[in-house]
């Protein structure tokens, strides 16, 4: 089983419809994180959260929301879905403590198309 | 601003070796991270640079100059299965993440 999972894996909607993509981990870290992936452009940090009290925009926030509901666990919501937020989404976990780098460990990504 | 620039896509010959450049601008520095993507997969960590000189890990390296703002993958005896796009992102004063588009890396027999 992964240590990162997100559900759905593809998920086709209807703009205007609220949308929620979870993850959910078992790797124990404290930081996880909401990144979108468009053709020929690098990752975007939407939001990340460094443990359950605590969340922070990222560079693209808007039009999204979070909720950090446990250590495991970190959803993106999007509350009104519109056709440019058509993309591939991953959610991530990092310990910088664990390690020397803090690497990123991503889910398997959430494709989600609005039409 | 802050900005990463890596070629787009790069072709190459089975067993053969390439080197996939990166420079970055970045609001102070800390670490510079290559990843592996194959289509419709997340990102795998390869490497992390903070320190100037050369990282060798089995058939891959990683190059950092900070004082250019500059770093390389150097991928050895090139396998099919390394066709992927790799990432490179650089850590600013903050430990945020700047990425990269990445560079597709096509392997030819």
């Known amino acids: 089983d992964a240590d990162v999972t997100q559900t759905p894996r593809n998920r086709i909607t209807k703009t205007g419809k609220r949308i929620m993509l979870e993850c959910s981990q078992t790797?124990?870290?404290?930081?996880m994180y909401w990144y979108r992936q468009d053709p020929g452009l690098g990752l975007q940090l939407i939001y990340y959260s460094f443990d359950v009290k605590d969340i922070n925009k990222g560079e693209i926030s808007d039009g999204y929301s979070v909720s950090r509901q446990a250590q495991a666990k970190f959803s993106l919501s999007l509350e009104s879905a519109i056709p440019n937020q058509t993309a591939l989404y991953f959610c991530a976990t990092s310990d910088p403590g664990q390690g020397e780098s803090g690497e990123l460990f991503f889910g398997e990504g959430s494709r989600l198309t609005v039409l | 601003g802050q900005n990463i620039d890596q070629p787009t896509e790069m072709t190459a010959t089975e067993g053969a070796i390439v080197q996939i450049n990166c420079t970055y601008q970045t609001s102070g520095f800390n670490g510079l991270f290559w990843y592996q993507q194959h289509a419709g997969e997340a990102p795998t960590f390869l490497s992390y640079n903070v320190l100037d000189g050369l990282e060798e890990k089995g058939r891959f390296s990683s190059f950092l100059s900070r004082s250019k703002g500059y770093s390389y993958l150097l991928l050895k005896e090139l396998q099919m299965k390394d066709s992927a796009s790799y990432l490179c992102?650089?850590?600013?004063?903050?430990?945020?993440?700047?990425w990269g588009a990445g560079t597709k890396l096509i392997i030819k027999p």
């Open positions: 992102a650089a850590m600013d004063s903050n430990y945020q993440l700047i």
């Open positions: 790797k124990g870290h404290d930081r």
